[in-house]
């Protein structure tokens, strides 16, 4: 079984990009599972917190570390990535030395209902 960790870039719950994400999901084969990992409750990244054990950093750390692949589906935010993909990316990469992306596969959608972005 593949193991793929769904990252959702929007923290609205109207989302076209959870819905996008939603339709690739369901359209999975039997063979791979799909885990979103919440990103709405982790606190924003500081090197100050690498000594201690912060629940929701541990526990998308190890969500991403038993992944085989990770599908971030995300909108942009002024031309960039949101704050909570930014904050994941650098919650999953440190302390240093301990990045969960080392060797990971990742794949980035974007969807937007206007003609920028996207």
Same mark, same amino acid.
Not at 3 to 30: C, D, E, F, M, T
Not at 40 to 48: A, E, F, H, I, K
């Given at each position: 079984?593949?193991? @793929? ?8 719950? &109207?989302?076209? $990009? ?8 369901? &359209?999975? !084969?039997?063979?791979?599972? =799909? ?7 982790? !606190? ?10 912060? !629940? +929701? ?5 190890? &969500? ?7 599908? @971030?589906?995300?909108?942009?935010? $002024? ?6 993909? *930014? $904050? @994941? =990316?650098?919650?999953?990469?440190? +302390? ?7 060797? *990971?596969?990742?794949?980035? =959608?974007?969807?937007? +209902? ?5």
């Amino acid at each position: 079984m593949t193991k @793929i960790a769904l990252v959702i870039g929007s923290l609205s719950r &109207q989302s076209i $990009n959870r819905a996008v994400a939603g339709h690739i999901a369901a &359209q999975a !084969p039997a063979s791979v599972e =799909i885990e979103e990992v919440q990103i709405g409750d982790l !606190p924003l990244y500081t090197q100050d917190l690498d000594a201690e054990s912060v !629940p +929701p950093y541990d526990r998308v750390r190890a &969500q991403l570390k038993a992944a085989d692949a990770v599908l @971030i589906v995300s909108p942009e935010h $002024n031309r960039a990535m949101p704050a909570a993909v *930014k $904050n @994941i =990316i650098d919650i999953a990469s440190r +302390p240093y030395g301990q990045s969960v992306w080392q060797g *990971k596969k990742v794949a980035a =959608i974007t969807a937007s +209902p206007g003609s920028y972005g996207g």
